[in-house]
């Protein structure tokens, strides 16, 4: 328990509005996962959850010393709607896990930031997309008392780009979550990989479709698998179409591989596993990554990681995965070939695997994230 002034439990607000999207990505599970790790925490400090909409009771099971706020709003929920809510009825401190922070808030606030990939590869991103990326972050990196940072490689970019004090920012490593693990039952995996149209043996690639995900070093590095190997695997690609699409597609057919090149759009959470359990090797040679979490889930099911050696990879994948440079389009070729080949490379990245996802858990994020909103109201 902290103490202020006179005494008390301190009264802890958090944005949990972005754990009710449909189809979450990265930023959206840590909130869900890490706000769930917060309430099973054993602590007696208040929480209260803001939602934009009710949320569902199976993702947050309640006990005392929990309030939620469900507090609907049209547009600009957070700098309207929770800017009023800060004003009328503030916490002692605001946490916002995966957005950015009201205008108005308290004199007390912790944020997430979890990467600053837009200033690598502004091209990536829509003109407006990247000014309010841009804008944003500085707001939050400003504005907040305590940072919390996904890497040491975003605590760095936040040092380097915008001037933290970086006695002001906390690096908490994002988890995995307990349902990746090796999936050992063939028929649920069969069943799972028909579903989206994947038959045989493949390599797979997990991320959003988009220019920052280097799909296109990838393409490039399987084509020249096949011309490589005379039995070459396919290459899945898992994951919904964003911003500058269309040029991974246009690679496909002009490389002569559509015919091995599966592409399954979104996938569940829960066939996900089964996926990553199937597959070779996840091949993530994204040319920045805040954390990497498909780096992580994919070692938790046992399956050999190749990755780039640029930005948070290193410390996600450390010696238990191949890292590449995602600029060498052969170095990563090679990599594809030798992990597709030496069955016996594929065990020893297997259990060194599964040894480095152990070291990660959402448990350890909670505890490590709780540390720091309580760094924040000395």
């Not at 009710?54 to 709003?73: A, K």
């Amino acid at each position: 328990m902290i103490v202020l002034g006179v005494g008390g439990i301190v009264r802890i607000g958090i944005d949990a509005s972005r754990t009710g999207v449909r189809h979450r990505t990265g930023t959206e599970l840590y909130s869900l996962r890490l706000i769930q790790e917060l309430l099973a925490q054993d602590h007696e400090d208040e929480l209260v959850l803001y939602f934009r909409s009710p949320p569902r009771e199976t993702d947050f099971p309640l006990r005392e010393g929990v309030e939620v706020r469900v507090i609907p709003f049209t547009r600009l929920w957070t700098h309207v709607r929770l800017s009023w809510e800060m004003l009328t009825q503030p916490p002692d401190l605001l946490f916002v896990p995966a957005h950015v922070l009201p205008v108005i808030h308290p004199s007390r606030c912790v944020v997430t930031i979890h990467d600053l990939g837009y200033l690598y590869h502004r091209r990536a991103h829509r003109s407006l997309d990247w000014t309010y990326l841009y804008l944003s972050t500085r707001y939050n990196a400003r504005s907040a008392t305590k940072v919390i940072a996904d890497s040491d490689a975003t605590k760095r970019d936040l040092v380097t780009h915008y001037g933290v004090d970086p006695g002001k920012i906390s690096t908490v490593y994002l988890a995995h979550d307990e349902r990746f693990r090796p999936v050992e039952d063939s028929n649920l995996m069969e069943s799972v990989k028909g579903k989206y149209g994947i038959s045989g043996d493949y390599l797979l690639c997990v991320g959003t479709i988009q220019p920052r995900k280097n799909l296109a070093g990838a393409l490039g590095a399987y084509a020249a698998l096949k011309r490589r190997l005379k039995k070459a695997p396919k290459l899945v690609l898992v994951g919904k179409r964003g911003w500058l699409s269309e040029g991974i597609f246009k690679q496909v057919k002009a490389t002569g591989i559509s015919d091995d090149v599966i592409i399954t759009g979104y996938v569940a959470d829960e066939d996900l596993p089964a996926i990553l359990s199937g597959a070779i090797a996840l091949v993530f040679v994204s040319l920045y990554e805040g954390f990497g979490l498909p780096a992580l889930e994919a070692m938790a099911c046992g399956t050999p990681v190749i990755a780039s050696n640029v930005s948070s990879l290193p410390e996600v994948v450390g010696e238990a995965g191949l890292l590449v440079d995602p600029h060498n389009s052969r170095a990563i070729s090679d990599a594809m070939v030798e992990v597709t080949t030496n069955a016996g490379l594929r065990q020893q990245m297997r259990e060194r695997g599964l040894a480095r996802a152990s070291m990660f858990s959402w448990k350890r994020c909670g505890a490590d994230t709780l540390r720091v909103l309580r760094e924040a109201m000395r």
